[in-house]
């Protein structure tokens, strides 16, 4: 399995700031101490034409030339930087060669990703850019070069927040459907209307959650009877973890990892590949919220695990 990353580019956040920043590179120590199927390659930073497939030109030109007003910076929670320019490039960057890559082995992820609080032309919510809206854009574009055919993309977000920003950039967009698990009371307080949004309670632990999880994905693939999506997003936040900071819900450990088990699953079995972002998690401990990402990547492994099985089966 093939993991992308750009967590060498470090943003220079003031002392105090909520941000765990440091989980990026120890996520990446983990895997490769842990997981030495997963191929890790530095991401490749995304142009502005790239980018421009989900975002309007002037806030591309605007957050590369450091002409963000203070407000703006404000919204994003990132003072801007060369290196926070660097780092949502390359954050980008690394969820469009993960969808490359997912399309041709089924599966494959971004050790970071999963901005979606950014609009079209502003970012907020920790979120400069929108990897998965750019990357979905770019993976139909490039689909539709090579093989005359429409790609149908889904986005199964399972952050404890709602990616508002994914909902607005893709809401008159029938090719590309939002799926949104998320606590009804948390960021952010204004929702975007996505193509299906499940809003759980304060308190929501693993039997409610995972059962929620069954319905919404019921739901999506009856969406899909005349043509299954032919690439999936998954957001899969840890923050949805009974002790993160931010996320007010009461999943254990054993929970998101059956969470993921069932995603993985369930696009597995109907040959549908998946491209991996990570989004929030902000656990009191930064090791524990490390050790709840390494749990996701173990699920995704095993499922690229499970992809290469059948096509060698097929092959014989």
């Known amino acids: 399995m093939q993991g992308f990353y750009s967590d060498h580019f470090v943003l220079p956040l003031p002392p105090g700031h909520r941000f765990p920043m440091p989980k990026y590179r120890l996520l990446r120590d983990a895997i490769e101490r842990e997981l030495p199927q997963v191929r890790l390659t530095v991401a490749q930073p995304a142009s502005d034409g790239e980018l421009a497939l989900a975002h309007a030109p002037a806030y591309v030109d605007d957050v590369s030339q450091g002409r963000l007003s203070a407000a703006q910076q404000r919204e994003i929670g990132f003072p801007w930087s060369v290196a926070m320019v ?175 088990r069932r995603v993985f699953a369930a696009c597995r079995e109907r040959g549908v590949p998946v491209a991996l972002a990570m989004g929030g998690g902000y656990g009191q401990r930064i090791e524990e919220t490390v050790a709840l990402q390494l749990a996701t990547w173990r699920e995704a492994a095993a499922s690229h695990a499970a992809w290469a099985t059948a096509r060698l089966a097929l092959a014989s």
Request: hydrophobic content about 45%.
């Open 86 to 260: 660097e780092r949502s490039r390359r954050s980008v960057g690394a969820t469009i060669q993960a969808a490359r890559t997912a399309l041709a082995e089924g599966v494959a992820g971004n050790l970071a990703g999963g901005t979606h609080h950014a609009y079209a032309d502003r970012g907020s919510g920790y979120c400069v850019f929108n990897d998965i809206a750019v990357a979905a854009r770019l993976m139909q574009a490039e689909w539709h070069r090579t093989r005359r055919a429409l790609l149908r993309v889904a986005v199964i977000d399972l952050d404890v927040h709602q990616g508002n920003g994914t909902a607005a950039i893709f809401r008159d967009d029938p090719t590309v459907y939002t799926l949104s698990l998320h606590g009804a009371k948390n960021f952010p307080f204004r929702k975007e209307a996505s193509d299906l949004d499940v809003e759980l309670p304060d308190g929501t632990g693993d039997a409610a959650y995972l059962e929620a999880l069954d319905a919404a994905l019921d739901r999506l693939w009856s969406a899909h009877t005349g043509a299954l999506p032919g690439l999936v997003f998954y957001l899969a936040g840890a923050d949805a973890h009974e002790h993160d900071r931010l996320g007010r819900l009461k999943l254990s450990a054993a929970g998101l990892a059956e969470r993921d």
